[in-house]
């Protein structure tokens, strides 16, 4: 079937403006997290939506990100007035309710 | 210090080697044990998955869980060109966060 898409798969933009990443996850999965991969380090963690639970925000780097994922599916994570340390590749992965997680193929996010 | 400590590498092997990759850990609550390969510019796949000590076998790939020692290895039987990748190494307590390691890039020449 179906795996986690991402859009869009590459993203250059200027410093101090807002980006948008979106993430749609594989139908059926309770869970949906974020992570971020910065070139030479390891996946760092950024949030997790779990159904109708809050959500666990403890990863994110500073107010400027937010998520949000409506109706239970699809979700966008949002950067404000970006950084050029924002640039990285932002990875979604969404998991079932007793299983691990399954990666999209994340955005390349560039700030110039 | 990190939560999960793995070798950046780059790892060259010839092709036909048996390739073993090691990550340690501080954290004794982990419970469940994930390797994953990472293509060039592509996400995340899962290739082993474990939850208690011991061994898994799937084909050329075994893991390996040692709780007692807090070290996990993944061992590739017959390694071809195309096994070629960066392998990162993920654990988690429950169904909370998973935690990584820094991945190694593992490079089998023909």
């Known amino acids: 079937g179906a795996g986690v898409s991402q859009s869009p798969s590459n993203k250059v933009t200027e410093k101090g403006k807002d980006v948008e990443l979106r993430c749609d996850p594989i139908s059926g999965h309770t869970a949906l997290y974020w992570y971020r991969q910065s070139l030479g380090q390891g996946l760092e963690f950024l949030i997790y939506f779990q159904g109708n639970s809050a959500p666990d925000k403890s990863g994110l780097p500073s107010d400027r990100f937010s998520a949000e994922r409506t109706g239970g599916s699809v979700s966008t994570l949002t950067i404000q007035r970006t950084q050029q340390e924002d640039s990285a590749v932002y990875l979604c992965a969404s998991r079932p309710s007793t299983d691990t997680q399954y990666f999209g193929p994340g955005t390349r996010l560039t700030v110039l | 210090q990190k939560e999960v400590e793995q070798d950046p590498g780059p790892l060259s092997v010839p092709e036909g080697a048996i390739v073993s990759l090691n990550c340690t850990y501080s954290?004794?609550?982990?419970?469940?044990f994930m390797w994953y390969r990472q293509y060039s510019r592509k996400g995340p796949e899962l290739l082993m998955y474990t939850y208690s000590s011991g061994n898994k076998e799937d084909g050329r790939f075994t893991a390996q869980v040692d709780k007692s020692s807090k070290y996990i290895s993944l061992f590739i039987r017959d390694s071809q060109p195309s096994d070629s990748a960066t392998y990162l190494c993920?654990?988690?307590?429950?169904?909370?966060?998973?935690?990584f390691g820094t991945g190694t890039r593992l490079l089998v020449s023909p």
């Open positions: 993920a654990m988690r307590k429950g169904f909370q966060k998973l935690v």
């Open positions: 954290n004794s609550a982990f419970q469940y």
